[in-house]
């Protein structure tokens, strides 16, 4: 079993950044990939970054590469996002997922077995 719990989230204006951080527990932590997701209101959950299990791999969606981050410090068992220059259009519920016994990168969200809460992020214009 593992425990995701995400922190971070805020109001911010375009141009910002936020670092948002999530806290894993359970299963050993670095031994599997993580992926942040987000979910703006009235759409679907979208993949925004994903991180191998000892973070020397990451991939991004096309509309955050660039901009943000994805980390990882396995010896605090969280994972980080780091969002800089943000948009309006950034706007949503931004959730952790984790895939604990998988070792390949996946922007499905069906391929994640466990999620946080989720914690809000908001840009004003």
């Known amino acids: 079993q593992v425990q995701l719990v995400e922190s971070g989230g805020g109001l911010v204006q375009a141009g910002d950044s936020l670092r948002l951080s999530c806290a894993a527990s359970?299963?050993?932590?670095?031994?599997?990939?993580m992926g942040w997701f987000r979910q703006a209101p009235g759409k679907e959950r979208e993949f925004v970054a994903t991180i191998s299990g000892l973070g020397g791999t990451t991939y991004y969606a096309d509309s955050v590469k660039g901009r943000f981050t994805i980390s990882r410090d396995n010896a605090k068992n969280t994972v980080y996002l780091q969002m800089n220059s943000l948009k309006p259009e950034d706007t949503a519920v931004y959730f952790c997922?984790?895939?604990?016994?998988?070792?390949?990168?996946?922007?499905?969200?069906?391929?994640?077995?466990?999620w946080g809460q989720g914690t809000q992020v908001t840009v004003s214009s």
């Open positions: 359970g299963r050993t932590f670095s031994y599997y990939p």
């Open positions: 997922a984790a895939r604990p016994g998988q070792y390949d990168l996946q922007t499905n969200e069906d391929e994640y077995n466990y």
